[in-house]
C-alpha cells in the first residue's frame, strides 16, 4: 500500500512539474478571415487580418494579419469570454488573439495590401512582441 501511495505522489509530482507553454495574448476589434482569389477567380490564399477601430478616423485600421495555414487557426466562439478566438503557433510563440467580432469575406483584392495607403505598415500597433516560446514549470 505504501508504495502505491508513493508511487501516485511521484506521479502527480512529475505531472505538476510538467512544462507548459505560454502564449502571447492579444485583443482586437475585429478579426477579418478573408479568402482571396485571382482574376480568374483561383484561390490565392487566406487570411486573418486584425483591426482596431480608430474612434478618430470613425473606422478599423489594420493592426496585422497572418496566413491561415490550418484550420485550426480559424476564429471560434469562446462563450467564457464572450469573445471569439483565434489559436495558433506564430513562427516561436503560442498566440491567442481575441476580438469581440468577426466577419469573412472572399475577394479579388487584398485587403490588408490596400490598407497600407491609409496606414502605411511601419505605423500599424502590430500583434504583442513575439517573445521566443518559453517552457516554464506549472505551478498547482
Do not use: C
Amino acid at each position: 500500500m505504501t508504495s502505491l501511495i508513493a508511487a501516485s505522489i511521484l506521479t502527480l509530482a512529475i505531472a505538476g512539474a510538467a512544462p507548459q507553454e505560454t502564449a502571447a495574448v492579444d485583443k482586437v476589434d475585429l478579426i477579418e478571415v478573408n479568402h482571396l482569389y485571382d482574376q480568374q477567380g483561383r484561390h490565392v490564399i487566406d487570411q486573418l487580418i486584425f483591426y482596431d477601430w480608430d474612434s478618430s478616423h470613425g473606422r478599423f485600421q489594420v493592426r496585422a494579419w497572418r496566413l491561415i495555414k490550418s484550420p485550426g487557426q480559424m476564429p471560434q466562439r469562446d462563450w467564457s469570454k464572450d469573445a471569439y478566438v483565434s489559436y495558433w503557433r506564430d513562427m516561436h510563440v503560442m498566440r491567442r488573439v481575441y476580438a469581440s467580432r468577426i466577419k469573412e469575406t472572399w475577394t479579388t483584392y487584398d485587403p490588408e495590401v490596400l490598407e497600407r495607403e491609409v496606414l502605411p505598415i511601419e505605423y500599424r500597433q502590430e500583434l504583442s512582441q513575439a517573445v521566443p516560446s518559453r517552457r516554464r514549470i506549472a505551478s498547482n
